[in-house]
Each structure stands twice: as C-alpha cells, then as structure tokens.
C-alpha cells in the first residue's frame, strides 16, 4: 500500500509540475518547479498539513493567467482521492 501511495504521489506531482512550472516565483516556499518540491508538495496535501497553503499559493498564482479553477479542482482533487483511497483501504482490511 506504501508504494502505491508513493508511486501516486509522484505521478500527481508530475501533473502538478506540469500544470504550474513558472508560475510561482522563487521566493515562494513551494514553487512547483522542480519533481522534489512538486512531490514535497503534493504529500503535503495528502498528509493534509497546511495543504491550504499550497492550494491558495496556487490558486493566487493562477490568477493572471486564468487557470485558477482548473488548479483548485486539480489539488482539491487529489486532497480528496488521495484521503478517500487511504480511509477506504484502512477500513476494508482484506486478509
């Protein structure tokens, strides 16, 4: 189950990079630039501490170039699938 929340992690940072390389700038904590600081940032929000953080620094981010709404959906998204998969898996133990 580990790997796989790893593995998960990793691609939503993939998305993450992808979606909001340069639009941060660098004196931003998490800026999405690099795969380490997009994955750093995507576990922050499944570890759900101070994951509004990196939802408003995007959000705000995002607010010149219009995309906004799509970068909301895409980490409240993630916050949601990633805690759901984590409580459905604890909750149903198959042995």
């Known amino acids: 189950m580990a790997l796989f929340l790893v593995i ?14 340069g639009d941060f700038g660098n004196d931003t904590t998490v800026n999405f630039g690099e795969v380490f600081n997009s994955f750093l940032a995507m576990y922050q929000v499944f570890s759900s501490e101070n994951w509004v ?28 699938f990633a805690n759901c998969k984590l409580i459905l898996h604890s909750a149903v133990r198959v042995y």
């Open 53 to 80: 953080d990196v939802l408003y620094g995007a959000a705000m981010a995002e607010v010149p170039l219009g995309q906004t709404v799509i970068v909301l959906i895409f980490i409240a998204a993630w916050m949601l």
């Open 8 to 21: 998960v992690n990793y691609i939503a940072a993939l998305v993450a990079v992808q979606l909001l390389r």
